[in-house]
């Protein structure tokens, strides 16, 4: 999966010729979903956590302010890429990227994710020659393909998850996989995507009973959580590119438009064969995932 994202980032990101598989895009989709909630988190997390230290007011609204004008930067970028990748994935089909337009029609929208959802043309066609496979993009997927059940998957990584959590708290010492930093990345946006939900459930229920209190109980909670996970967050970044020999202090490139880009890249590569200067290289999961 990781393998898939980089390669459409990388190689095909601003290539609106040529054709893109149907599984590819949809796997490229969710990394850059994920890509902006982790900047969304980043952005929220940084004025929660200076709010909770008690800061200035005026210092609060204008880290907000700062997180707003990072995400608001970030967001076309994000359209521009996935624009680009559903025009591929239009060619696959042999459709026009002109039907990208019936967006701008009500409920076209649906029309366009109905041609998203195609299977591609198993020949050549008018846009190009089959797009490349999953292998010849480097996929670990298949990888993936050769476990047991969807559930088995999904439970091996939420081990992984939890083991993270318990060995390696707070710490930036050592090293951390692929395997071991996406997992972590993947279920932490599922956990604050929830939490969101819910408090936003809560809030409203609030409205509806004249409940102020309950909302004022709930909030430290949210806010607490969510400097924990991005406190988790920071230091697992740290470890993810010490294992690519990058210092601890590449970590704020990840707050940098366009700058993010390259750093999630490498956040994405192997790690160092062997040992590193930060360390022996992670290999507890070898058995079952190429990290």
Not at 153 to 175: D, M
């Amino acid at each position: 999966m990781v393998g898939v994202f980089r390669y459409c980032l990388l190689e095909k990101g601003l290539q609106v010729q040529g054709r893109t598989g149907l599984k590819t895009f949809w796997i490229y989709t969710l990394g850059l979903v994920l890509n902006t909630l982790l900047v969304k988190f980043v952005c929220s997390g940084i004025a929660d956590l200076i709010e909770l230290i008690g800061a200035n007011s005026k210092l609060v609204k204008g880290i907000t302010y700062l997180g707003d004008i990072l995400f608001g930067l970030w967001l076309p970028i994000f359209f521009i890429l996935l624009t680009i990748a559903a025009i591929r994935r239009l060619h696959d089909s042999n459709h026009s990227s002109r039907n990208m337009l019936w967006n701008f029609v009500p409920f076209g929208c649906f029309y366009v994710l109905y041609l998203l959802c195609l299977k591609g043309d198993i020949e050549e066609n008018n846009y190009g020659q089959l797009p490349e496979s999953q292998e010849q993009t480097g996929s670990d997927l298949s990888l993936i393909q050769q476990g047991n059940q969807f559930r088995h998957t999904l439970y091996y990584f939420f081990n992984i998850f939890t083991q993270n959590i318990k060995s390696n708290r707070f710490s930036v010492k050592g090293r951390a996989s692929r395997l071991e930093y996406w997992s972590f990345c993947g279920f932490t946006s599922v956990i604050v995507a929830s939490l969101l939900c819910c408090y936003g459930a809560i809030v409203l229920i609030g409205f509806l009973i004249n409940g102020a209190l309950l909302v004022y109980l709930f909030t430290p909670i949210v806010i607490i959580v969510q400097l924990v996970l991005f406190l988790l967050y920071l230091t697992n970044s740290i470890r993810r590119l010490q294992d690519v020999e990058r210092p601890w202090y590449f970590v704020v490139c990840l707050f940098i438009p366009f700058v993010n880009l390259y750093i999630t890249s490498e956040l994405m590569s192997l790690g160092t064969e062997g040992a590193n200067e930060y360390g022996d290289n992670p290999i507890e999961y070898e058995d079952y995932y190429d990290i």
